[in-house]
């Protein structure tokens, strides 16, 4: 008979391994038993989707359990992993380089997040206290008080005087910070006493910005820190508006948005076949350098929006709305026929919203290519932009790819083999999606090399969506470095369904690596969209942690809607009540190694 008990023994270790060290990170998402009425709830959450906190191996995550100086390194490591070095390694003499969290303690050293003790000593399994933990996080994130200290922990916290006096003034500044989360009485602080889970969870959550924390638990009645940092955009298109065609109506809408406290403007500058910009590139390749239309003649809407925009402290990221598709009329389509791509039936005309007749470009085509990326790459060279923005016309439709170009090129790859007739063949979708995908790769790369500090932003739909109405493999380009900044566009009126939107795997794994923002509908002009509606849609965004919100469109915020303009413009304001950065893409939110 074999012997099973070496086995059995081996078994039996690796279980009292996983007891004795439960806060090893597992990396799952989280909903335990012991948190579902924790204050605490919603910020344990979305920490752990964000894989910065995770739970034991029996589904608890034990809130009320204290918090040792090495876990709250590695929670600190993965919450702040681009926070600068600002000092010399140190090899602690408690810290073996087998132990679990050498490689964190290591580095929140070295960022400044914590400290040893006389000697070389780090205590690794050392409770830490409440006051060591917001020391911590003000000193790693270099914070200080703008205010007299001593007015404001007396004017926060009844138990001040037992402020050790070395924690003081960063406890001042943590204050100011809105760091300072304290339950069940926001006026006591408990400096002395042991940080939790639950505690330590929320005082990330503030330090990161990360919505969740109650604010009737924040030291000094302050909003969450979320709101500091938010996405506020709201894309300025030519159709059903007449924002884009005077300069006087731009200025004008640009200084309303800004008082209601937007920070970032999306401008179309490439649509109906034409740019709205003056552009050489247009003129070579379309016979004209600027749209016809009356209200752009003798302006550059463009350079309008960034001076404007600038002025009132708004980004502008200009939007390539059309992407490969132009109207079927255009003389894009009439100057380059060999440029298009159809149908297996040989159509070329594609109807958009069963009203207009459209056209694709062919991206896989090198002079495609070359066409786009020499008009984007003249508007990042000519503009002093803050980046660019895509969509799905940045792919073509699905049941397109059934030109002479696109089947020799498959046949070359797939030994003289004609592509699926089926135009919906999985292989056949990813074959033209990772076409487009290499095409990314290139124009990433020429926008990066004209300058660098030019985000690339895309605005989507959702990814099977996307992928498979589109040919736009956006969860791809995500992981490949090609996107800087998401915003998925997630236009639905049921609420359930907007939701299962935010919570889909391809957008949570992108909101751990780029700011991940969410396209709300404001309204069209023949489908007004309550403000209620509005109003509940920003709020989930907000409760599940994402970057902010973008409303299409510019016209419908308050024109479009069985509202008054005042009433809407008011929940507007409800919304916005402080002016807010937008995130940093290059340093709140770069990609993870």
């Known amino acids: 008979m074999t012997n099973n008990k070496p086995k059995f023994l081996v078994l039996l270790i690796l279980s009292l391994i996983l007891a004795l060290l439960p806060s090893l990170p597992s990396f799952s998402q989280m909903n335990p038993s012991d948190i579902q009425n924790h204050w605490a709830k919603d910020c344990i959450q979305q920490?752990?989707?964000?894989?910065?906190?995770?739970?034991?191996?029996?589904?608890?995550?034990?809130?009320?359990?204290?918090?040792?100086?090495?876990?709250?390194?590695?929670?600190?490591?993965?919450?702040?992993?681009?926070?600068?070095?600002?000092?010399?390694?140190?090899?602690?003499?408690?810290?073996?380089?087998?132990?679990?969290?050498?490689?964190?303690?290591?580095?929140?050293?070295?960022?400044?997040?914590?400290?040893?003790?006389?000697?070389?000593?780090?205590?690794?399994?050392?409770?830490?206290?409440?006051?060591?933990?917001?020391?911590?996080?003000?000193?790693?994130?270099?914070?200080?008080?703008?205010?007299?200290?001593?007015?404001?922990?007396?004017?926060?916290?009844?138990?001040?005087?037992?402020?050790?006096?070395?924690?003081?003034?960063?406890?001042a500044a943590a204050t100011e910070r809105s760091l300072a989360v304290n339950y069940p009485n926001v006026g006591q602080?408990?400096?002395?006493?042991?940080?939790?889970?639950?505690?330590?969870?929320?005082?990330?959550?503030?330090?990161?910005?990360?919505?969740?924390?109650?604010?009737?638990?924040?030291?000094?009645?302050?909003?969450?820190?979320?709101?500091?940092?938010?996405?506020?955009?709201?894309?300025?298109?030519?159709?059903?508006?007449?924002?884009?065609?005077?300069?006087?109506?731009l200025s004008s809408a640009i200084a309303q948005l800004a008082q209601l406290h937007f920070n970032t403007l999306y401008p179309t500058v490439w649509n109906w076949g034409y740019t709205l910009y003056p552009s050489e590139v247009a003129r070579r390749e379309i016979g004209t350098a600027l749209d016809p239309a009356p209200g752009l003649q003798g302006r550059d809407m463009l350079a309008e929006t960034i001076e404007q925009g600038r002025a009132k402290g708004l980004s502008v990221i200009p939007w390539f709305e059309f992407g490969f598709m132009a109207p079927a009329d255009s003389q894009?389509?009439?100057?380059?026929?060999?440029?298009?791509?159809?149908?297996?039936?040989?159509?070329?005309?594609?109807?958009?919203?069963?009203?207009?007749?459209?056209?694709?470009?062919?991206?896989?085509?090198?002079?495609?290519?070359g066409f786009l990326t020499d008009l984007i790459v003249e508007i990042v060279r000519n503009y002093d932009i803050d980046g660019i923005q895509f969509d799905d016309h940045f792919g073509y439709p699905s049941d397109f790819g059934y030109d002479d170009f696109t089947i020799e090129l498959y046949k070359q790859e797939h030994n003289g083999q004609a592509p699926p007739t089926d135009f919906k063949n999985p292989e056949w979708i990813r074959w033209r999606a990772g076409k487009i995908t290499n095409y990314m790769e290139q124009l990433f790369a020429a926008i990066k090399a004209t300058k660098n500090d030019v985000i690339v932003s895309l605005s989507p739909n959702p990814q099977e969506f996307s992928l498979d109405s589109y040919l736009?493999?956006?969860?791809?380009?995500?992981?490949?470095?090609?996107?800087?900044?998401?915003?998925?566009?997630?236009?639905?009126?049921?609420?359930?369904?907007?939701?299962?939107?935010l919570a889909h795997p391809s957008v949570q794994q992108a909101k751990n690596h780029i700011p991940v923002a969410i396209g709300v509908l404001s309204g069209l002009k023949g489908r007004f969209v309550p403000v209620?509606?509005?109003?509940?849609?920003?709020?989930?965004?907000?409760?599940?942690?994402?970057?902010?919100?973008?409303?299409?469109?510019?016209?419908?915020?308050?024109?479009?809607?069985?509202?008054?303009p005042?009433?809407?413009?008011?929940?507007?304001?409800?919304?916005?009540?402080?002016?807010?950065?937008?995130?940093?893409?290059?340093?709140?939110?770069?990609?993870?190694?």
């Open 189 to 249: 602080l408990k400096p002395n006493q042991l940080a939790t889970r639950g505690e330590v969870a929320a005082f990330v959550c503030q330090a990161m910005g990360v919505a969740g924390v109650p604010s009737a638990y924040i030291a000094g009645g302050q909003e969450p820190v979320a709101t500091r940092s938010e996405l506020r955009g709201v894309w300025l298109t030519n159709v059903d508006s007449d924002v884009l065609f005077s300069r006087e109506k």
């Open 332 to 369: 894009l389509a009439q100057r380059h026929p060999q440029w298009l791509t159809q149908r297996r039936n040989g159509e070329t005309v594609w109807v958009e919203g069963g009203v207009h007749n459209r056209v694709w470009l062919n991206p896989l085509r090198p002079d495609v290519q």
């Open 566 to 593: 005042q009433q809407r413009q008011s929940a507007l304001q409800q919304l916005f009540p402080n002016e807010v950065e937008r995130p940093s893409v290059y340093e709140d939110w770069k990609p993870k190694s």
């Open 47 to 171: 920490l752990s989707q964000r894989e910065i906190i995770s739970g034991y191996p029996n589904g608890t995550f034990r809130p009320d359990r204290p918090v040792t100086r090495a876990e709250f390194a590695a929670i600190v490591n993965k919450a702040f992993p681009n926070a600068p070095i600002s000092r010399a390694a140190i090899n602690f003499t408690d810290v073996s380089s087998t132990f679990w969290a050498n490689a964190a303690i290591a580095r929140v050293y070295q960022t400044n997040f914590l400290s040893g003790y006389p000697n070389r000593i780090f205590q690794p399994n050392q409770n830490i206290p409440r006051v060591q933990a917001l020391v911590a996080l003000t000193s790693g994130l270099n914070y200080s008080p703008g205010q007299p200290v001593e007015a404001t922990l007396s004017s926060n916290f009844t138990d001040a005087s037992t402020i050790p006096n070395y924690a003081k003034t960063a406890i």
């Open 472 to 501: 736009l493999d956006w969860q791809t380009w995500e992981r490949l470095g090609l996107i800087e900044e998401l915003i998925v566009q997630v236009y639905r009126d049921d609420l359930s369904r907007f939701s299962a939107e």
């Open 532 to 564: 209620e509606q509005i109003q509940e849609q920003v709020e989930i965004v907000r409760d599940r942690g994402f970057a902010g919100i973008s409303f299409f469109f510019f016209e419908s915020l308050w024109n479009y809607a069985s509202e008054t």
